[in-house]
């Protein structure tokens, strides 16, 4: 259910924790049903749980690169253009000096 959770969220990056919590509750059920002796069952289920949160955490890491790259771009387009008019340093000092 948590790895569903993670996939679902993953897309908004907060899919990340319910992800991690999947893969350590499931590496905890795998010690359990090796202990077990083949009276807990579940092991096929495990290997979805991991790959559903795996999942989660990639596109969770894709969304990250994407939003890094694209403000890369933004930052490497506007390089170079001043973002003021040119006389914030002394606007205080000229007269009608957009006030």
Same mark, same amino acid.
């Given at each position: 259910? *948590? ?19 999947? *893969? ?20 096929? =289920? *495990?290997?979805?749980?991991? =790959? ?41 000092? *000229? ?5």
């Amino acid at each position: 259910m *948590l790895a569903g959770i993670g996939v679902a969220l993953s897309l908004f990056v907060g899919g990340v924790v319910p992800a991690i919590m999947a *893969l350590i509750l499931a590496s905890q059920a795998e010690r359990d049903i090796a202990a077990s002796g083949g009276f807990l069952l579940g092991a096929g =289920k *495990l290997r979805r749980i991991r =790959k559903l949160a795996w999942i989660a955490i990639g596109i969770a890491g894709a969304i990250v690169l994407a939003v890094v790259l694209v403000w890369i771009v933004g930052m490497a387009r506007s390089a170079g253009q001043t973002s003021y008019d040119g006389d914030v340093a002394f606007g205080f000092f *000229l007269p009608n000096s957009g006030a």
